[in-house]
């Protein structure tokens, strides 16, 4: 069996395996969120896309093919600068987080439960998981090694951040009475991707498409291969969130050079510092 209809038979049972059948999807135009829709369409599941963005982002147009292609309702929700501060300090005063990425992530998640809550849909599924185990990110390319063993271990370590990160973004969604799913950071859908060999994931360090097998089965299950191809930036940047934080740091007078002569790695990473002092954290 080719490893494309391997992982497609995982696909089908992690979805299979829920057992909510009225699901909201987190998605972004992206192949990933794209599979994990179009997998719960064809098993019959009741569903809401949501997707959201800051005003100028490209999410709301790269999602609205696949919903038009599945007709299904595609929600969306424009955050607007002068929104987001008090959600940030929201966020920061309920999660424990090291990384920027982790805090950035739990904002955006922050306003797909928000939209689900309004729509009154108590699930919501994200497709996180496949990056971290099919080369999604560039630090695949800057640490590649032909011997799989080392690779295996940078997947590893990458789940088990992601598996922490959805540890601390549950936090977010029960503010909302939200169940957040990800089905393909489940321990039996971990499990068979790494038994699929390295170059279905990436052949070499100048791959810059990746994720070979998740492109495949996408296109087996017949998402248009514009969307299937798509290579694209994290939600964080996609939706916009980072920029929005970036102008949220200048208007309170961080900059790059300020930030680091106070020994931060930049301007966003000050601001936050500040936010976490003005509430006690």
């Excluded at 599924?125 to 590649?144: P, T, V």
Aim: net charge neutral.
């Amino acid at each position: 069996m080719l490893w494309e209809h391997r992982l497609r038979d995982e696909v089908v049972r992690s979805i299979n395996a829920i057992e909510m059948s009225t699901l909201g999807i987190a998605i972004s135009g992206g192949v990933d969120s794209a599979l994990l829709a179009k997998a719960c369409h064809d098993a019959g599941k009741k569903l809401s896309l949501l997707t959201i963005a800051t005003p100028g982002s490209h999410d709301i147009r790269l999602a609205t093919p696949l919903a038009q292609l599945l007709h299904l309702p595609l929600y969306h929700k424009v955050i607007p600068l002068l929104d987001l501060e008090p959600v940030l300090q929201q966020v920061i005063s309920i999660i424990t987080f090291d990384r920027l990425a982790l805090l950035e992530n739990s904002v955006c998640f922050y306003y797909v439960f928000a939209l689900a809550s309004e729509l009154h849909l108590d699930t919501v599924l994200s497709a996180n998981g496949m990056d971290e185990l099919f080369g999604g990110y560039a630090i695949f390319q800057r640490e590649y090694s032909p011997d799989e063993k080392v690779m295996r271990e940078l997947m590893r370590t990458l789940i088990f951040t992601a598996q922490s990160d959805k540890a601390e973004i549950e936090k977010i969604a029960r503010l909302f009475n939200i169940t957040y799913t990800c089905p393909f950071l489940s321990p039996s859908f971990t499990e068979l991707a790494l038994t699929i060999p390295l170059d279905q994931a990436i052949t070499n360090k100048n791959d810059d498409v990746r994720k070979h097998v998740v492109r495949n089965v996408a296109l087996l299950l017949g998402i248009p291969r514009s969307t299937a191809l798509q290579r694209k930036k994290a939600f964080q940047y996609s939706s916009g969130i980072h920029k929005s934080l970036q102008q949220l740091a200048r208007n309170r007078g961080y900059t790059r050079r300020n930030a680091q002569e106070a020994g931060f790695s930049g301007a966003i990473e000050a601001y936050v510092s500040g936010l976490k002092q003005d509430i006690g954290r």
